[in-house]
C-alpha cells in the first residue's frame, strides 16, 4: 500500500539500484529506450547510463538491438508485451496524451486505482521550463491525487468507507485520510464531474483531472494535467475541463 505522502527515500539509499529499477519500469512500461533518454530523465552523464544500462543488459532485465537502442530483455519482456488492458489502455493513451500537452501546454499523465493508491501509467511532460515532470510508474495513496480522487468519486459511499475502515490502517494510522473531508471532496466531484487539485499532492501545482471509461460506462483510469499554480487561471477551469474530457472521450474511441 502507498504512503499518505508521496515516497520518502530509504535512509541509505542506493543511488545505483534506485536508477536501475527506475530504468528497468521505464523499459516494462515503455518497450523502448537510448541511452540519451535515459541519461536526460534520471538527470546523468550518459557514461552513467550506459553502464546501468549494461548491467541491465548482463542480468537479462534488458536487450540492445542493432542500433543501439535497448529494449526489455527475457526478465522483463512477458510482463512487458502482455495483452493486459493496462497496456492497452497506456499504449491508446499516449497519442492523445501528446496531443493534449500540446493543446494545452502542460503535462499531462494516465493512472489507475488499486485500492486506496494510484499508480501513473503514462506521462507526458509539456516543453516549458517550469514543469510537473513526469510521474510515470510512480504510486501515491489515491485521496491524495487528482486521478485518485476522480477514480474514488465512481465508489458508493459504502464502498469508500469499506476501503478506507479503520482496521486496515491499525499498523499505519497517519495513513488515513480524515473520512470527513474525503467524503467531501468526492461529493464535489461526483457533482462536477472533474477533480481540481490545489496543492493536494504537491504544494504549488495544480492538477485538473476526469475519468476514461470503458464501453460499458465503467472507470479504468483517470486523465489529468498538472500545471505550476502560478499558471493556473481559474477562469480557463471550464475550457480545460471541455479539453480532457475531449482526450478521454478519444481514449475510450481508440481512434485518432
Not at 499554480?229 to 475510450?252: C, K, S
Amino acid at each position: 500500500m502507498g504512503s499518505a505522502e508521496p515516497k520518502i527515500p530509504p535512509t541509505y539509499l542506493v543511488t545505483s539500484a534506485d536508477h536501475a529499477l527506475r530504468i528497468a519500469v521505464m523499459l516494462q512500461l515503455e518497450g523502448r529506450l537510448a541511452v540519451s533518454q535515459v541519461a536526460e530523465r534520471l538527470g546523468v552523464a550518459r557514461s552513467t547510463a550506459h553502464r546501468l544500462l549494461q548491467t541491465l543488459v548482463y542480468r537479462d532485465f534488458a536487450v540492445q538491438d542493432d542500433r543501439r537502442v535497448y529494449r526489455p530483455g527475457p526478465v522483463l519482456e512477458l510482463a512487458t508485451h502482455s495483452q493486459s488492458r493496462t497496456s492497452q489502455l497506456r499504449a491508446a493513451a499516449l497519442p492523445h496524451l501528446q496531443r493534449l500537452v500540446d493543446v494545452v501546454g502542460e503535462s499531462a499523465n494516465l493512472s489507475i486505482r488499486t485500492g486506496d493508491t494510484t499508480r501513473f501509467i503514462a506521462s507526458v511532460e509539456c516543453r516549458q521550463a517550469l514543469r510537473v515532470g513526469s510521474r510515470e510508474g510512480m504510486v501515491f495513496p489515491a485521496h491524495r491525487t487528482t486521478a485518485g480522487l476522480v477514480l474514488l468519486a465512481e465508489l458508493q459511499p459504502a464502498e469508500v468507507d469499506e476501503l478506507y475502515a479503520a482496521e486496515r490502517y491499525v499498523q499505519r494510522p497517519d495513513e488515513r485520510p480524515d473520512m470527513a473531508t474525503l467524503r467531501g471532496r468526492l461529493t464535489r466531484v461526483r457533482r462536477a464531474g472533474f477533480a481540481l487539485n490545489n496543492g493536494l499532492s504537491e504544494r504549488g501545482v495544480v492538477a485538473l483531472g476526469v475519468p476514461v471509461r470503458d464501453a460499458d460506462g465503467t472507470a479504468l483510469a483517470g486523465l489529468s494535467i498538472s500545471m505550476p499554480a502560478v499558471r493556473y487561471d481559474r477562469h480557463q477551469l471550464p475550457a480545460l475541463v471541455a479539453t480532457l474530457r475531449g482526450a478521454a472521450g478519444a481514449i475510450e474511441a481508440g481512434g485518432d
